[in-house]
Nanobody, 126 residues
Framework: QVQLVESGGGSVQAGGSLRLSCAAS????????MGWFRQVSGKEREGVAV????????TYSDSVKGRFTISRDSAQNTLYLEMNSLKPEDTAMYYCAATYGLWCRGRLARADFGDWGQGTQVTVSS
């Protein structure tokens, strides 16, 4: 069954680092794509990073490219988001997502993803 549980959020000063984790069920972990999205209250949920599990290729938003890294650990059925050089504008609720959809590779589209975790809050202070 679908299960995605995020952890690792918290408060950090600008320039700091955090690592988010998403513990997935076997079904969710075998999805074609897994990704991280974030949302600020009152704004649309935006794609941050997506990994195409078939070949490990990754896609990042321009705002996080070079600072964030998405990865997976097959032994733990866990998706990670390593976040470095954090900025106040990275403050948001971060969500883990998964999809078996055919067209997710190379895309950061929320509409591609149907399975979601509950989210973990990241707050970056200046």
């Amino acid at each position: 069954q679908v299960q995605l549980v995020e952890s690792g959020g918290g408060s950090v000063q600008a320039g700091g680092s955090l690592r988010l984790s998403c513990a997935a069920s076997e079904y969710s972990y075998r999805s074609r794509c897994m990704g991280w999205f974030r949302q600020v209250s009152g704004k649309e949920r935006e794609g941050v990073a997506v990994i195409y599990t078939q070949d490990g290729s990754t896609t990042y938003s321009d705002s996080v490219k070079g600072r964030f890294t998405i990865s997976r650990d097959s032994a733990q059925n866990t998706l990670y988001l390593e976040m470095n050089s954090l900025k106040p504008e990275d403050t948001a609720m971060y969500y883990c997502a998964a999809t078996y959809g055919l067209w997710c590779r190379g895309r950061l589209a929320r509409a591609d993803f149907g399975d979601w975790g509950q989210g973990t809050q990241v707050t970056v202070s200046s």
